[in-house]
């Protein structure tokens, strides 16, 4: 059974940045389409951003210019760098396979935008 573990987030003011990591426990990063998701308060999970395991990547309407997703096959790692934050981007980010999540979910890495 794959494990799956985020970390990286955290109190950032609006217009800061954070870097999320997700460590697969492993190796599927290279095999699969990989993906960040998140959900917010009183909302549903979805997702945000998500790379082939060719290299492609595609981003929703709401972080595309602001996010980058990432992978570092040989660590079993998908990173999200998230730059310009908005109060919006406030939840909770997880990794998954994508665009259907097929792994039990981790735990999730809780980003606030606030100031």
């Known amino acids: 059974q794959v494990q799956l573990v985020e970390s990286g987030g955290g109190l950032v003011q609006p217009g800061g940045s954070l870097r999320l990591s997700c460590v697969a426990s492993?190796?599927?990063?290279?095999?699969?389409?990989m993906g960040w998701y998140r959900q917010a308060p009183g909302k549903q999970r979805e997702l945000v951003a998500k790379?082939?395991?060719?290299?492609?990547?595609n981003y929703a309407d709401s972080v595309k210019g602001r996010f980058t997703i990432s992978r570092d096959n040989a660590k079993n790692t998908v990173y999200l760098q998230m730059n310009s934050l908005k109060p919006e981007d406030t939840a909770v980010y997880y990794c998954?396979?994508?665009?259907?999540?097929?792994?039990?979910w981790g735990r999730g890495a809780r980003v606030t935008v606030s100031s």
């Open positions: 998954n396979r994508a665009p259907i999540a097929t792994i039990n």
């Open positions: 492993r190796s599927i990063v290279s095999d699969y389409t």
């Open positions: 790379i082939t395991s060719g290299g492609s990547e």
